[in-house]
């Protein structure tokens, strides 16, 4: 009886899968949202894809969480698999605030400093898909998990630096009498920024859950 009992609750592997899953919907919303800045007509398009991809995240987040509380057994700390899930979940649904700001303003001046801090929130979400498969075996993999989320943090310092110095040029270009421009452009620069923040929330949550299990 328990043995068919246990047969119909969710296997722990199921959270590796969705975990696969949802960090392949970040990195196409990731893509998505650097190929807006390419501006024309690549913006509506793109923006749409982004929303896609969050919807798409958010459905595995749901996953995710029903299954928490479904399962008997999990690969790691329940409270550490929903912390997870949603520091991932927060990194796209900020890319689909960023991607709703440009099309709200219809902003379509994307300056250089705004194109390399979308081609680090793509790097980002390409490190986050190679770590996320790792949790698997978290014990041999350890070294590889804290390397790869390492390399996360360090992105968001870039970023960092790339916002102060676009915002810099933004204010020098819009000094003379454009004051919206500077506006909807320093919207735009808070956005991709929080975008890498969230990245490098998730890279300390998965640290975290390598201290605690190796």
């Known amino acids: 009886m328990m043995r068919w009992f246990h047969a119909l609750m969710p296997k722990e592997e199921r959270f590796f899968e969705l975990f696969a899953r949802h960090s392949e919907a970040v990195l196409e919303g990731a893509k998505a949202l650097r190929a807006m800045m390419e501006g024309g007509d690549a913006i509506a398009a793109n923006s749409a894809a982004v929303m896609k991809r969050e919807s798409e995240a958010d459905d595995v987040t749901r996953e995710v969480l029903i299954a928490v509380r479904r399962t008997f057994i999990t690969p790691f700390d329940r409270g550490s698999i929903r912390d997870l899930i949603t520091a991932m979940d927060n990194s796209i649904d900020q890319m689909q605030k960023a991607a709703k700001a440009v099309i709200l303003f219809d902003y379509d001046r994307f300056t250089p400093q705004m194109k390399d801090m979308g081609d680090?929130?793509?790097?980002s979400a390409e490190l986050l898909k190679q770590a996320v498969p790792l949790l698997h075996a978290i014990s041999s993999e350890?070294?590889?998990?804290?390397?790869?989320?390492?390399q996360i943090s360090a992105l968001e310092g870039?970023?960092?630096?790339l916002h102060d110095v676009g915002l810099r040029a933004l204010y020098q270009a819009t000094a003379q009498g454009?004051?919206?421009g500077f506006i909807v452009g320093n919207e735009v620069y808070d956005h991709l920024e929080k975008v890498v923040d969230r990245f490098d929330d998730v890279a300390n949550v998965m640290h975290g859950i390598v201290i605690e299990h190796v």
């Open 178 to 180: 454009n004051a919206m």
């Open 120 to 123: 680090l929130i793509v790097k």
């Open 158 to 161: 870039r970023a960092d630096e």
């Open 142 to 150: 350890a070294v590889r998990i804290s390397d790869l989320t390492a």
